[in-house]
T-cell receptor, first 114, second 114 residues
Framework: KAGVTQTPRYLIKTRGQQVTLSCSPI?????VSWYQQTPGQGLQFLFE???????NKGNFPGRFSGRQFSNSRSEMNVSTLELGDSALYLC?????????????FGPGTRLTVL | AQSVTQPDIHITVSEGASLELRCNYS??????LFWYVQSPGQGLQLLLK??????LVQGIKGFEAEFKRSQSSFNLRKPSVHWSDAAEYFC????????????FGAGTTVTVRA
């Protein structure tokens, strides 16, 4: 069974631009969560989607948004990029969400904002 | 809200020696507890988890962890480390009342010397 895939693996953007990251969950998984990982703040929860609905959201500004499609694939978008948005963005999928279901993480997208 | 503290930022251990990584959590009830490992350039891999029952849990790669309610701790151990155990280790907690997100500790980097 294929794992969680994230595209692209690396991105370089400049301040003010916007970016879209993609996550394809493991087949059959309907929940997708996004996390931001930085050296200073560590791993922080962004949001979680299940059946195309956002169920939970972390403490991030409105510039961070996401969506989920009917095939469970998810995208997250960051508008008006800031230098501080440079991070590794991790996506995790699980069968139905909830920490009772194991979350499987993808390799991440490394975003660099110049 | 739940939180996690990993007191040790970096640990160096000799190959074949034992390893213990500390994790303390803050939560009003019994949380869901996890240990993840992250190798350079990779996503997170679940080592083990505690939901309820036996407080000593066994995981993959020879790791085990013990939940101690009185100390709010969930320390990870391995009797004999291998060079391949060099990685960053994250303790995470999920709240039973809001179970769609994980709160992670800052991580402990493990270096294994020959």
């Amino acid at each position: 069974k294929a794992g969680v895939t994230q595209t692209p693996r690396y991105l370089i953007k400049t301040r003010g631009q916007q970016v879209t990251l993609s996550c394809s969950p493991i087949s059959g998984h309907r929940s997708v969560s996004w996390y931001q990982q930085t050296p200073g703040q560590g791993l922080q929860f962004l949001f979680e989607y299940f059946s195309e609905t956002q169920r939970n959201k972390g403490n991030f500004p409105g510039r961070f948004s996401g969506r989920q499609f009917s095939n469970s694939r998810s995208e997250m978008n960051v508008s008006t990029l800031e230098l501080g948005d440079s991070a590794l963005y991790l996506c995790a999928s699980s069968l139905s969400g909830g920490v009772g279901n194991e979350q499987f993480f993808g390799p991440g997208t490394r975003l660099t904002v110049l | 809200a739940q939180s996690v503290t990993q007191p040790d930022i970096h640990i160096t251990v000799s190959e074949g020696a034992s390893l213990e990584l500390r994790c303390n959590y803050s939560y009003g009830a019994t949380p869901y507890l996890f240990w993840y490992v992250q190798s350079p350039g990779q996503g997170l891999q679940l080592l083990l988890k505690y939901f309820s029952g036996d407080t000593l849990v066994q995981g993959i790669k020879g790791f085990e962890a013990e939940f101690k309610r009185s100390q709010s701790s969930f320390n990870l151990r391995k009797p004999s480390v291998h060079w391949s155990d060099a990685a960053e280790y994250f303790c995470a907690v999920g709240a039973r009342s809001n179970d769609y997100k994980l709160s992670f500790g800052a991580g402990t980097t493990v270096t294994v010397r020959a």
